[in-house]
């Protein structure tokens, strides 16, 4: 019924930037809270950013300053900027989102993944 795309990642070197890209299409009534997970080889996947409709943002200690975190309500999109990145922000991101397909019916949606390695 929805779907979420990602795109943006990449190789970069560490003190570098990248921007994510996530767009949900299909059966969209409205959306809620937008996030960005990530997961790096071997860990548990963690919340790395969140954002609601009305644009309040929430980050990890460990990404608070470097990256921004966006979304346009009107196109269903979420961006992640992620700015000075350290060899540790390498890792599979993953966008997710909070989507109500009808207002009795909310879908808590993932995307495919994009990895992003930042080399030393």
């Known amino acids: 019924q929805v779907q979420l795309v990602e795109s943006g990642g990449g190789l970069v070197q560490a003190g570098g930037s990248l921007r994510l890209y996530c767009a949900a299409s299909g059966r969209i009534f409205s959306i809620n809270a937008m996030r960005w997970y990530r997961q790096a080889q071997g860990k548990q996947r963690e919340l790395v950013a969140s954002?609601?409709?009305?644009?309040?943002?929430n980050y990890a200690d460990s990404v608070k300053g470097r990256f921004t975190i966006s979304r346009d309500n009107a196109k269903n999109t979420v961006n992640l900027q992620m700015s000075t990145l350290k060899p540790e922000d390498t890792a599979t991101y993953y966008c997710?989102?909070?989507?109500?397909?009808?207002?009795?019916?909310?879908?808590?949606?993932w995307g495919q993944g994009t990895l992003v390695t930042v080399s030393s």
């Open positions: 997710n989102a909070d989507i109500a397909v009808t207002i009795f019916n909310v879908l808590h949606a």
């Open positions: 954002i609601i409709s009305g644009g309040s943002t």
